[in-house]
């Protein structure tokens, strides 16, 4: 098992392009997750979906938007990138169950974008 | 607002030694807390976590105990060792399994 896997690793984008930012996971987890780490900051949930075909908006949202058409993948767009979106973005998936005997989110290695 | 506090940016300890990892929340409906490991260039890990019901839990050398009248959590790592040289994020949740993250805690254990 892969886990859950980001592409791409870095990127570098200049203000006002688009991108966008896969996550793919081999668990067959319901959940999944995208969150920005900034330093000082911590981990900030970005949105996130509770399974195929749906979304919904976390703490910080704005500038973002994201797809789960299919269960294993999620992808996070930046329709036009600004500095400060500059950020390590991280993929998590989860088991609707699996929380209540000590499981949890697993993350992706990361991604990392600077905005020029 | 910042509804999960970690404190101290950084904690030194020497190998062999206690590591000891604070937390403090504000929201008394979270019911579940978790504390994740983080290397550089790597995503966070889980490390170990406590439900509200409960006010300790062990898993070899780490334990997590909650507080709940003083909404606080901690961590201790006994003994340490070099290889728990990381970030180490305490998290807390309330639904959906929706973590809120504190700001971590460098930890560094020298030889």
């Known amino acids: 098992n892969a886990g859950v896997t980001q592409t791409p690793k870095f990127r570098v984008l200049k203000t006002g392009q688009s991108m966008t930012l896969l996550c793919a996971q081999d668990m067959n987890h319901e959940y999944m997750y995208w969150y920005r780490q900034d330093p000082g900051m911590g981990l900030r949930l970005i949105h996130y979906s509770v399974g195929e075909g749906t979304t919904a908006k976390g703490e910080v949202p704005d500038g973002y938007n994201v797809s789960r058409l299919k269960k294993q993948n999620f992808l996070l767009g930046l329709e036009s990138a600004a500095p400060s979106q500059t950020s390590v973005y991280f993929c998590a998936s989860s088991s609707p169950d699996r929380l209540m005997v000590g499981e949890t989110q697993y993350f992706g290695p990361g991604t990392r974008l600077l905005v020029l | 607002d910042q509804q999960v506090k970690q404190n101290s940016p950084s904690l030194s300890v020497q190998e062999g030694r206690i590591s000891i990892l604070n937390c403090d929340y504000t929201n008394s409906m979270f019911d579940y807390f978790l504390w994740y490991k983080k290397y550089p260039a790597e995503g966070p890990t889980f490390l170990i976590s406590?439900?509200?019901?409960?006010d300790k839990n062990e898993d070899g050398r780490f334990t997590v105990f909650l507080n709940k009248s003083a909404k606080h959590l901690s961590l201790h790592i006994v003994p340490s060792q070099p290889g728990d040289s990381a970030v180490y994020f305490c998290?807390?949740?309330?639904?959906?399994?929706?973590?809120?993250f504190g700001t971590g805690t460098r930890l560094l254990v020298s030889p």
């Open positions: 998290a807390a949740t309330g639904g959906f399994q929706k973590l809120v």
């Open positions: 406590i439900s509200s019901i409960k």
